[in-house]
């Protein structure tokens, strides 16, 4: 695969320069240093990875999955050797702090590199990003004694990270985890229980994982504390440290099997077993693990890494989307097929797929799905930079206020619509976009995941309408509505965007009354029984504003642009979101105000 099928080089730099001013980074005490020819440069050594290691055994990661022999999980070859070549270019310590032995690189510039990653091979891309989230948890609430050996080999290649907290019996629901974790009398815990959809639970990469399991600890009559208050986290490696940081003896970790997946099966997907007694290294049964930070707080530690992991779903799924796009932009291009309906004469030549005018909607709609969603998390990456970055206490917390907002957006409406981007690439490719000679199909069925894991669409709407919306007094609500009313403001001096600027105020201010009227309910259950629309319209209503925003900088540029053609395309994307998709928002809202509770009356036995 072609380094211009994976991304547009083009869209990522004016996302990252043009619009979202990383560069200006630079100025900052973090950053200081910094320059856009280093930035630059490190999007290169991604864009290589992923062309010249990462994409060329995609295909054969979904043919050739994991395979689990009873005693070890081995994967294709080529993973282990990407990843060491990643490794190797320091780009798994691209965004970790100097004195974690990082580069130091914004945020912002790491997740732009990663996309190309998850764009050529999310199966291989998962081991990466796992691993980061995992250190970068443990470098924010772990004891740095206890965990840099760990970390220090996650920067190297030689460990990888896993993030441990589903339950056969639990699910989603984190409360009723049953996975206990006993003190010993040296100060250590071992422990006992399932945990299941571990992605990289067990392979051959590495010599080490270490998992980040979440456990109750039992009082003192063996009871385990209820609900989620009494969840703490550990660190649980499958090979013990000796005295001196390396591995040793196998820990009490147990492979119960892999899960066979539709797609993304480039990562293995493992069912694990704690404490079953096949590894004792001191003659006891029980996974030995330590305490991360205090007990009864691990579900907020782990919240750590969830949060980068839902914004790193939707970037992977923005990706994915873009892939998508591309193949299907190209095929378009390129295969010939019919004639216009002004062309009668059947002994004509056959025209390219391009020039009829429902394919053209189709890559159009997709092209505003995937860049849209691209923009939505890069600049997401970006409020996490000014999180880290800014000097000023206030303006880090509106930061931080406004990231918790966007993050249920930015996990599922790009896991959502870069996915119909992908079912637009397969129809666009029409019949052999259904067969597996060609990458599109893959593309979906990797995609498909997205919306399902790191929290499902439906507990992201719950989470932004019965949380997020709230949170300070609906303080990032207010935060959310100044960004927005200020690119209102900037586009209205522009006469082609007046009337979009007019159409996203309208919208703005319906999502903002249909949310006082839902927050005014006392009835939970009908508060929340349609709060899958609510975060569809909400999330269209941010990207719309995206758009609008990113349509300004266009304006700017447009005089003494070098590349009009491009610039025309992210306007036109523009124009068809704002043609096609934001009146959607006014269906969305339709059945929250009031609330239509047929779902919500809807008896079980009438199903």
């Known amino acids: 695969m072609s380094n211009e099928l994976i991304l547009s080089r083009r869209d990522v730099d004016f996302l990252l320069f043009d619009w979202l001013k990383v560069e200006e980074l630079s100025q900052r005490n973090s950053f200081a240093g910094q320059d856009r020819f280093e930035y630059t440069s490190v999007l290169n050594v991604y864009e290589a990875l992923a062309t010249d290691l990462f994409a060329p055994h995609n295909k054969k990661n979904d043919s050739n999955e994991p395979v689990f022999d009873g005693e070890r999980v081995t994967v294709n070859p080529e993973v282990g050797v990407a990843l060491k070549a990643f490794a190797d270019a320091g780009l798994m310590s691209a965004a970790f702090p100097s004195d974690w032995n990082g580069m130091n690189l914004p945020n912002t510039i790491e997740r732009a590199g990663m996309a190309y990653l998850l764009g050529a091979n999310s199966g291989t891309a998962g081991y990466a990003f796992l691993t980061i989230g995992n250190a970068n948890l443990l470098m924010a609430h772990g004891e740095p004694e206890k965990v840099k050996p760990y970390v220090n080999a996650m920067i190297e290649g030689k460990c990888f990270g896993t993030m441990c907290l589903s339950e056969p019996q639990a699910g989603s629901s984190l409360a009723d985890i049953r996975t206990r974790a006993i003190k010993t009398k040296d100060g250590r815990y071992r422990l006992f229980g399932n945990k299941m959809w571990i992605s990289g639970g067990e392979h051959d990469i590495s010599d080490n994982i270490v998992h980040l399991v979440l456990a109750k600890i039992p009082d003192e009559n063996g009871q385990l504390p209820a609900g989620v208050q009494g969840i703490s986290l550990f660190t649980v490696p499958r090979k013990l440290l000796d005295e001196n940081g390396q591995p040793s003896e196998r820990n009490d970790v147990v492979l119960a099997g892999i899960n066979h997946k539709m797609g993304y099966r480039g990562t293995v997907?493992?069912?694990?077993?704690?404490?079953?007694?096949?590894?004792?290294?001191?003659?006891?049964?029980?996974?030995?693990?330590?305490l991360v930070g205090e007990a009864g707080k691990g579900l907020a530690y782990m919240f750590h890494m969830m949060n980068e992991a839902r914004i790193s779903v939707g970037l992977g799924a923005a990706a994915l989307g873009y892939t998508g796009y591309l193949h299907a932009l190209d095929y378009a291009k390129t295969r010939v097929q019919g004639r216009s309906r002004s062309e009668r004469n059947p002994s004509s030549p056959q025209i390219p797929l391009i020039q009829h005018a429902d394919v053209r909607r189709m890559l159009l709609a997709q092209k505003a799905y995937v860049s849209g969603a691209l923009a939505l998390c890069l600049y997401a990456a970006r409020l996490t930079d000014d999180i880290h970055s800014l000097e000023d206490a206030e303006q880090r917390d509106q930061a931080h206020q406004l990231l918790d907002l966007l993050t249920p957006v930015v996990k599922s409406w790009s896991s959502e619509w870069g996915l119909v981007a992908n079912d637009l690439a397969i129809q666009v490719h029409g019949g052999y976009g259904y067969t597996r000679e060609y990458n599109v199909e893959q593309f979906y069925r990797d995609?498909?995941?997205?919306?399902?894991?790191?929290?499902?669409?439906?507990?992201?709407?719950?989470?932004?309408l019965g949380r997020k919306t709230r949170l300070n007094q609906g303080l990032s609500m207010k935060l959310l509505h100044e960004k927005i009313m200020y690119t209102i403001e900037q586009a209205k001096a522009e006469p082609s965007l007046k009337d979009h600027a007019d159409q996203l105020d309208q919208k703005w201010q319906l999502i903002r009354n249909v949310t006082e009227k839902l927050h005014a309910l006392t009835d939970v259950e009908l508060q929340l029984a349609n709060a899958a629309n609510y975060l569809?319209?909400?999330?269209?209503?941010?990207?719309?504003?995206?758009?609008?925003?990113?349509?300004?900088?266009?304006?700017?540029?447009?005089?003494?642009?070098?590349d009009p053609d491009f610039l025309r395309g992210k306007l036109a994307a523009c124009d068809y979101f704002f043609g096609w998709e934001m009146p959607k928002i006014i269906s969305w809202l339709a059945v929250l105000d009031p609330v239509e509770t047929t779902p919500l009356n809807m008896s079980e036995e009438w199903f």
Do not use: Y
Not at 272 to 284: D, W
Not at 448 to 462: C, K, S, V, Y
Not at 539 to 558: C, E, F, N, S, T
């Open 536 to 562: 569809e319209a909400f999330g269209h209503l941010v990207v719309g504003w995206l758009w609008l925003d990113q349509a300004v900088v266009i304006h700017k540029l447009m005089p003494n642009s070098t």
């Open 269 to 290: 997907n493992c069912v694990l077993n704690f404490g079953e007694g096949r590894f004792t290294p001191e003659g006891e049964a029980g996974a030995i693990g330590e």
């Open 447 to 464: 995609n498909r995941l997205n919306p399902i894991h790191e929290g499902t669409f439906g507990i992201q709407a719950l989470d932004l």
